[in-house]
């Protein structure tokens, strides 16, 4: 009996670190084999030509710290609060041609053990995801 209960606590944790996606092909987890941070990559495509991109960010849990990794930007906390549940990426100079994609690289500090996951996205106030969610 022991053994099955360290077993089943043991595929509750691994299965609780593995992030999912709610969005495959639109947001990818691309490193998380670090406490306290992790990496991903959003894929935007607009049905329009857009000069400067507004990128707002939601995560399920707070976080400390968010960078942008090979993208020009600024990174926003859209609240006072140092533990934010969302961010905003804003880069005034991309130009984001119409179904073209691009793609944004960040990165998310967080503490504790539980990373909190990526929720979802909005392109210049349009949600992209989760799909079908306006």
Same mark, same amino acid.
């Given at each position: 009996?022991?053994?099955?209960?360290?077993?089943?606590?043991?595929?509750?944790?691994?299965?609780?670190?593995?992030?999912?996606?709610?969005?495959? %092909?639109?947001?990818?987890?691309? #490193?998380?084999? &670090? /406490?306290?941070?992790?990496?991903?990559?959003?894929?935007?495509? @607009?049905?329009?030509?857009?000069?400067?991109?507004?990128?707002?960010?939601?995560?399920? %849990?707070?976080?400390?710290?968010? #960078?942008?990794? &090979? /993208?020009?930007?600024?990174?926003?906390?859209?609240?006072?609060? @140092?533990?934010?549940?969302?961010?905003?990426?804003?880069?005034?100079?991309?130009?984001?041609?119409?179904?073209?994609?691009?793609?944004?690289?960040?990165?998310?500090?967080?503490?504790?053990?539980?990373?909190?996951?990526?929720?979802?996205?909005?392109?210049?106030?349009?949600?992209?995801?989760?799909?079908?969610?306006?």
């Amino acid at each position: 009996m022991l053994k099955y209960l360290l077993l089943v606590a043991l595929c509750a944790v691994v299965a609780n670190c593995e992030l999912k996606t709610p969005c495959a %092909g639109l947001f990818e987890y691309t #490193k998380q084999d &670090e /406490t306290g941070r992790w990496e991903g990559v959003l894929n935007i495509k @607009s049905e329009y030509t857009l000069h400067g991109v507004w990128i707002r960010i939601f995560l399920d %849990g707070a976080v400390s710290d968010v #960078k942008l990794l &090979e /993208t020009q930007g600024e990174v926003k906390k859209t609240d006072g609060d @140092s533990k934010v549940k969302d961010f905003l990426i804003k880069n005034r100079d991309l130009l984001l041609k119409k179904d073209e994609p691009a793609t944004i690289k960040f990165s998310v500090a967080y503490e504790g053990k539980n990373p909190p996951a990526f929720a979802g996205f909005r392109l210049n106030a349009r949600t992209l995801c989760p799909v079908g969610e306006e």
